[in-house]
């Protein structure tokens, strides 16, 4: 596998409380993502990174922020959780840029219900 | 904005049939499109990828094909067997740099023996 691992995988956490996700890679990647899945919806991109302290928004970023201060870690963070946060949340990575792209490799996923 | 439909209504195929999934896009040109399998409790895992110059490619039993006047990608496994069965999701590069994918909702698809 690509080396890409998310913590916690599972967590309860109480609304207005603030919850923070860890993605870590080990393969030097440029690119890394925040997606959320929820029935119906799909994966929707939460945050990306395209290298360090560099982040911008994506399709669903209100009440989310995130961080990039190694290559390797990407931080995603609910300042005051809320019961419409509660979701699959997968960090990935890209694999390639150009003529040599390639697909994401996504971690195995981080489940966040909000109580 | 630019949206994708997959079926959202299960595909049942019988093994050794081949099974066909369709991804229509609309309002946008994307510069490639790609294919994922999702296991139940997994993360997806990429399975091709095709530009816009390319009508087709092939991967063991996979075949993808990229119509971009009708916008719209075609998903084949050939020969399927019961270990196909999952999700799989259509994704667009989504524009303005970074890699960025908007995915579909995906389509579940159940190979019966």
């Known amino acids: 596998d690509a080396g890409i691992t998310q913590s916690p995988r599972h967590k309860v956490t109480e609304t207005g409380t603030p919850v923070t996700l860890r993605c870590h890679q080990t393969e030097n990647h440029r690119y890394m993502y925040w997606y959320r899945q929820d029935p119906g919806h799909g994966l929707r991109l939460i945050h990306y990174?395209?290298?360090?302290?560099?982040?911008d928004k994506g399709e669903v970023s209100d009440g989310y922020s995130v961080s990039r201060s190694k290559t390797e870690d990407f931080l995603l963070t609910l300042e005051s959780a809320t019961s419409s946060q509660t979701s699959v949340y997968f960090c990935a990575i890209s694999v390639g840029q150009g003529e040599h792209m390639g697909g994401y490799t996504f971690g195995s996923g981080t489940r966040l219900t909000v109580v | 904005s630019q949206k994708i439909e997959q079926n959202s209504e299960a595909l049942n195929i019988q093994e050794g049939k081949t099974a066909t999934l369709t991804c229509n896009y609309t309002?946008?040109?994307?510069?490639?499109l790609q294919w994922y399998r999702q296991d139940p409790g997994r993360g997806p895992v990429f399975l091709l990828l095709?530009?816009?110059n390319e009508k087709e490619k092939r991967k063991e039993r996979l075949k993808v094909t990229f119509d971009t006047t009708l916008k719209q990608s075609l998903f084949h496994i050939t020969a399927s067997q019961p270990a196909d069965s999952a999700t799989y999701l259509c994704?667009?590069?989504w524009g303005g740099g970074g890699n960025k994918l908007t995915f579909g909702t995906g389509t579940q698809l159940k190979v019966e023996l």
């Open positions: 994704a667009l590069e």
């Open positions: 095709i530009r816009e």
């Open positions: 990174s395209y290298g360090v302290k560099d982040t």
């Open positions: 309002n946008y040109s994307p510069a490639y």
